[in-house]
């Protein structure tokens, strides 16, 4: 099994200063903004479902 994955920056208020978290496994605490988040893995998107394919009429 791989490593788990370490943020580059916090989701709220983008410092760089990250600790792991003593809340468990993938807990991460921002010394900047005292939060605590956990990243989490969803899933995999089906080929085409991507929310970014624009809609809008090619040039």
């Not at 990250?18 to 969803?42: V, Y």
């Amino acid at each position: 099994m791989s490593e788990r994955a370490a943020p580059f920056h916090c989701p709220y208020c983008g410092d760089e200063d990250l600790r792991p978290g003593e809340q468990g496994h993938g807990a991460w605490e921002c010394r900047a903004c005292s939060r605590a988040f956990q990243l989490k893995f969803l899933g995999l998107l089906a080929p085409g479902t991507s929310s970014n394919t624009g809609g809008g009429k090619e040039i």
